[in-house]
């Protein structure tokens, strides 16, 4: 893939807390900063997301008492896999990784901020109707084809690349920044349902 000026990198939640030593840590999902940074030098347009949950978010296990972390219960939108506490407003697990390049980016879209919501997807909440105002920002900036990136694979980034081809923008996703949580086989679920839907996967930009 040749990257064009009109073109967004979007840095998917490269967080603290995602990472080894964080509440929620994916297995490796240090290892994409390096990736995305270097990623991040190639697009004139780089934008992040940042999953920023009130304490007490309706996504968290300690939320639902007996609950455990990664069973699932039935929230008014839906499914909902509740989650350890992690992403809380302020706190240093919510902050970007120390070493991610995030000066370059020009947006940061906060997302699982309603206590009574969760959303993986950038551009709508678990709901899949309310919206974060992405893709207006998108719209009105021109910029037509979207590139993904980030923690993880087979949730945030699989849930804003199946919206992002859902309102009609080109999406690809650079497998080599990405790592998956892969619960119960979710990540051969996310990569077959990005490919059904139109997601060109790349193993990397060169
Ligand atoms: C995420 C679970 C809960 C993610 C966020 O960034 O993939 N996963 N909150
Ligand atoms: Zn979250």
Known sequence: MKVQPDDLLLIIDVQNDFCPG?????????????VVNRLAERFDHVALTQDWHPAGHSSFATSHPPAAPFSSITMPYGPQTLWPDHCVQGT??????????????????????????????????????????????LRERG?????MAGLATDYCVQYSALDARRLGFETAVVMAGCRAIDL??????????????GVVLLDDIA
Do not use: C, W
């Not at 964080?22 to 390096?34: E, F, H, K, N, S």
């Not at 990540?187 to 059904?196: G, Q, V």
């Open 22 to 34: 964080g509440a929620l840590a994916v297995a490796d999902g240090d290892t994409v900063v390096p």
């Open 92 to 137: 240093s697990g919510a902050a970007f990784h120390p070493q991610l390049a995030a000066d370059k980016a020009e947006l940061v879209i906060r997302k699982g901020f309603r206590a009574a919501i969760d959303s993986y997807s950038a551009f709508f909440e678990n709901d899949l109707k309310t919206p974060t105002g992405l893709a207006g920002y």
């Open 184 to 197: 119960a086989g979710s990540l051969a679920t996310a990569t077959a349902a990005m490919t059904e839907a």
């Open 143 to 147: 910029l037509k084809r979207i590139v």
